[in-house]
């Protein structure tokens, strides 16, 4: 986490380079909360990346499908449920529909190609897509959370709660997921069916069953990620294509590390508003873009991954 | 099933396996050239699509099928090609021999750049790279728009060679049989990588980097010669969608159309240059026959009411993932294993094209 | 003249050296093995020679020229072709394929004109064709010449990439455990070809083999490692019977020395 420190410092020094303190700040707060959600989706890319070397290209639909599940529930104008007991109730329907997508379709492509796999998810997205298009509209909708629209002062800022909560929530997922991966006995049978799948299945691992979870929990994640989007700003059925800014996240912060995701999702979500600010108009939306080549450029496999020379 | 007997070493050297098989493809290219006979001008203007993207499915096969890179970035190099074939045309007044040519020029050498500082990527770490080129791609063409036009796009010059023109319009035979020119000019060169040195020194990275080396592949030139050669072919393609689509800007070659191709050759079956023709079949035909379907539906049970929009892409990525599921290797592994079943009739056995259990192990330690 | 010569090489990973300060000379003609414990630093000299890493200390030098400013693709145009202990084949082409890959030192063609498929491309390819098939003969694997390298069996692939290292046309061969994971009936093959390979081929071997058998039956000096240093060299009876060699083999718990 050291690296993530050092970033925040580096964008807060560029941002005392330009204008006033205070203005910086917030744009970096506000940074830091779009980051947390990029990071977010990013953690449930990482979370099946990890386990089964898969790339979920549907994860931006996923989080997009969560938030709507929730605003439906939530919305007076769908069934009008109270925000928190909505909450609980889409994430496990989400963490269930993650479930059987793996044991519906994911499961079969066991042992294929990645690129099988990114053409399955993509094809995977238009359906939610057109899922979610179908039953809630093409209008950009905002969730109705006790989140939205409250400021909280502190040492003369003014923060978003939504901001806050952003932060605050995606701190306690990555640290929970993290320990959970690093502490439990399914994190490490997770950890040990992805390093070497058929050791694992002697060991008495139910690989099976541990990805099904996994997809069960990145479902779980990409919800908590669409809840915060759609309490901050608005979502739509093309909110989705925020997936592939997650995915620069991941890939920057490392495919494989959870804390990395989250640095990835910091990174992009801090750049984008300075950029915007201190990079001419039209350059600034495609800086992620590359900052993601540059950084792969430099470390091939992104900054906190860990992978072994093949040995020979 | 036919026994080949081979009494030289020429019969491998071949561009054909066996004399049947020569007939077979010659019979098929008669077919295709014969097709404007029998076809009116808007169907002859989908096949002349279909087989632009052939071509360009045929460029990022050589990539992704038989050196093992994956790109998701092969919609900025159509880009390049189009937008320097018509750059050249209506600038510099050349004429649409010496700018097609030069535009795939162009799409190598941008395919080359590319693979120098990204040879050291692997698997989908390289997709993620070229996914982001091919964003950027799509804004620096709006930077760029003193030359390409920006938002409000460009006009492709109709084609005239030696008088004649080829506007897709005016003389859709014309255009077509162009593309079907090009396409088999590609088919033959591709042919030819394969059966030289060459497309030995692809396979043996795609398989093995570490043994590639071992027997003397210098890993990173091969890498950036099957980028140019990939990139080249596709931008080529790019060329001729420009004048296909007669007015293109940023959004003809977005993300959506680099993974379009991708999607195209795994549908198709990665590593075979009849892959790259069976998925455009698909990628082609599959959402006309949608959109034909729900007008006849819509007729004749009056439900254009209760479809709800966007449909299409849901059935086109319904499909998709049928045919993926359903077959793995692709359209033409199918036809293999049909093609299998019915030479050895009725010997064949179920298990005989059993994939052996791939199982997943990784060199990552967290 | 010596043909490949190893001086103080000493290689270290992080905090572990793996190599430590070996030397020795192989010359032309011979079969030259190592032997030694897991871990005793064979594998890791393969891997300096094959220039995919690079020693922290020392020279290699070939035909007393230095390769430490080679690339690894440059080492097999030097004449010196390998094995690998785990097999590294290119699975999805036939054996065939394998084999004329293995020729890739012998291009003269260049891209442009294998594209277009030129005459000089064709008489190329039946040049390089009649030496795989030559390896073929050799090797016996006709058989398997239209296989791919997916469906064959453990011993066939072992023998096929022998037959890729030959197709170089090399001057040293570097064999990383021949005989591993094969049959008594397979390994005896192995000691016949290695055999034939230095008397008819004229090629130098260099191996690292456990089985101490094959390494009486075909190696002329036989250098035993342990820790990353030289023991002793010799021929494969005085390794055998030499104290130190015998005392790091039991001191392992492993009698494989004393066969």
Redesign the interface.
């Known amino acids: 986490m050291a690296t993530t420190i050092g970033t925040l410092a580096g964008a807060w020094l560029v941002a005392n380079g330009g204008a006033s303190d205070l203005e910086s700040l917030q744009l970096l707060v506000s940074g830091l909360a779009n980051g947390c959600v990029y990071g977010l989706i990013a953690l449930g890319f990482v979370l099946i990346y990890k386990a089964t070397e898969a790339l979920n290209f549907a994860q931006g639909d996923m989080m997009m499908l969560g938030a709507f599940v929730t605003l439906g529930l939530t919305n007076d104008h769908y069934w009008a449920l109270p925000f928190w007991a909505s909450v609980p109730i889409a994430l496990l329907l989400m963490g269930a529909f993650g479930y059987v997508l793996e044991i519906t379709i994911l499961r079969r492509m066991s042992g294929q190609s990645q690129i099988a796999v990114v053409v399955l998810t993509v094809a995977l997205g238009f359906i939610i897509r057109f899922l979610a298009g179908a039953i809630w509209g093409h209008e950009p909708q905002s969730l109705e959370s006790p989140i939205a629209g409250v400021n909280v002062r502190f040492a003369g800022l003014v923060l978003g709660l939504d901001e806050v909560a952003v932060i605050l929530v995606t701190i306690v997922l990555t640290g929970l997921l993290y320990l959970g991966f690093a502490r439990t006995r399914l994190g490490l049978a997770m950890q040990a069916a992805s390093q070497n799948q058929l050791a694992a299945y002697y060991m008495g691992i139910p690989v099976k069953r541990v990805s099904a979870l996994i997809w069960c929990l990145s479902g779980i994640v990409a919800t908590a990620a669409g809840i915060l989007l759609a309490s901050k700003g608005s979502i739509d059925p093309n909110s989705g294509f925020l997936g592939i800014k997650a995915f620069a996240a991941a890939v920057i912060g490392g495919l494989g590390s959870l804390p990395g995701a989250l640095l990835g999702g910091l990174v992009i979500g801090v750049i984008e508003p300075f950029a915007a600010r201190h990079v001419a108009a039209g350059f600034s939306q495609v800086v992620p873009y590359a900052v993601l080549l540059l950084v792969l450029i430099i470390r091939p496999s992104g900054i906190l991954s860990q992978v072994r020379d093949k040995k020979v | 099933m036919r026994i080949l007997f081979k009494t030289s070493y020429d019969a491998d050297l071949g561009l054909f396996a066996h004399r049947y098989q020569a007939f077979w493809y010659f019979l098929l290219l008669a077919g295709a050239a014969g097709l404007p006979f029998v076809m009116n001008d808007f169907w002859i203007g989908e096949v002349a699509l279909m087989l632009i993207w052939a071509i360009a499915g045929m460029g990022l096969m050589l990539l992704v099928g038989h050196s093992g890179q994956p790109s998701l970035g092969h919609a900025a190099f159509m880009a390049v090609g189009a937008y320097t074939n018509v750059i050249l045309q209506a600038s510099l007044g050349l004429p649409f021999v010496v700018s097609f040519p030069l535009a795939g020029c162009a799409a190598a050498l941008a395919g080359a750049l590319l693979a120098l500082p990204t040879a050291r990527l692997h698997g989908i770490y390289l997709a993620i790279a070229t996914l982001a080129v091919s964003i950027l791609a799509e804004d620096g063409i709006v930077m760029l728009a003193p030359w390409t036009g920006g938002v409000s796009g460009i006009f492709a010059p109709d084609i005239k060679i030696l008088g004649v023109g080829f506007n897709r319009y005016v003389n859709a035979p014309g255009f077509y049989w162009l593309t079907l020119g090009v396409a088999v000019l590609v088919v033959l060169g591709y042919r030819n990588i394969l059966r030289s040195p060459l497309g030995r020194s692809l396979v043996a990275v795609r398989d093995s980097e570490i043994s590639a080396q071992a027997i003397g592949v210098n890993l990173a030139r091969t890498k950036a010669i099957s980028f140019a050669l990939s990139c080249g072919i596709t931008g080529l393609a790019g060329a001729l969608m420009g004048h296909f689509a007669g007015v293109f800007n940023h959004e003809t070659f977005t993300i959506f159309l680099s993974i379009t191709l991708l999607m195209m050759i795994v549908i198709g079956g990665l590593g075979s240059i009849h892959g790259a023709f069976l998925g455009a079949i698909v990628i082609t035909f599959l959402p006309l026959a949608i959109s034909i379907v729900r007008e006849f539906l819509n007729e004749r049970f009056g439900t254009a009411s209760v479809m709800p929009p966007g449909i299409e892409t849901a059935a086109f990525g319904a499909i998709l993932i049928a045919f993926i599921l359903l077959e793995p290797m692709g359209i033409y592994g199918r036809w293999i294993k049909i093609r299998t079943y019915f030479e050895l009739f009725p010997f064949c056995r179920r298990d005989m094209f059993r994939r052996q259990r791939a199982y997943l192990k990784t060199g990552r330690i967290r | 003249m010596s043909l490949l010569e190893l001086d103080d090489v000493t290689m270290s990973f992080g905090g572990l050296t793996a190599v430590d300060g070996v030397s020795f000379v192989v010359n032309p003609g011979e079969v030259f093995a190592l032997v030694g414990p897991n871990g005793a630093g064979k594998?890791t000299i393969f891997?300096l020679v094959?220039r995919?890493c690079t020693p922290s200390g020392g020279d290699i030098r070939f035909e007393s020229k230095s390769i430490l400013g080679c690339?690894?693709?440059?080492?097999?145009?030097l004449g010196i072709?390998?094995t690998?202990?785990?097999i590294?084949?290119?699975?999805?082409?036939t054996v065939l394929?394998n084999l004329?890959?293995?020729?890739?030192?012998h291009?003269r063609?260049n891209?442009i004109s294998?594209?277009?498929?030129l005459p000089g491309?064709?008489a190329?390819?039946?040049r390089?064709?009649?030496a795989a098939e030559r390896v073929i003969d050799f090797l016996d694997l006709q058989p398997h010449r239209e296989s791919l390298i997916?469906g064959l069996p453990y011993g066939v692939r072992k023998v096929v990439e022998l037959g890729?290292?030959l197709a170089?046309e090399p001057k040293l061969l570097l064999l990383?455990e021949p005989a591993s994971g094969l049959s008594a009936e397979e390994t005896d093959d192995v000691a016949f070809w290695i055999e034939d390979i230095r008397k008819v081929m004229g090629i130098t071997v260099l191996m690292v083999e456990h089985d101490m058998g094959l390494v009486n039956a075909v190696s002329d000096r036989v250098l035993a490692l342990a820790d990353g240093r030289a023991l002793a060299i010799g021929t494969p009876q005085e390794i055998q019977t030499d104290p130190v060699v015998i005392e790091a083999y039991i001191g392992l718990g492993d009698d494989e020395a004393g066969e």
Not at chain 3, 88 to 93: K, S, V
Not at chain 3, 114 to 117: C, D
Request: charged residues 30%.
């Open positions: 594998s891997n094959s995919y690339a690894p693709h440059d080492i097999p145009r072709a390998r690998f202990q785990n590294e084949l290119f699975e999805h082409a394929q004329l890959i293995g020729r890739h030192t291009r063609s891209a294998e594209i277009l498929h491309v064709r190329e390819e039946r390089h064709r009649l997916l890729r290292a170089v990383d």
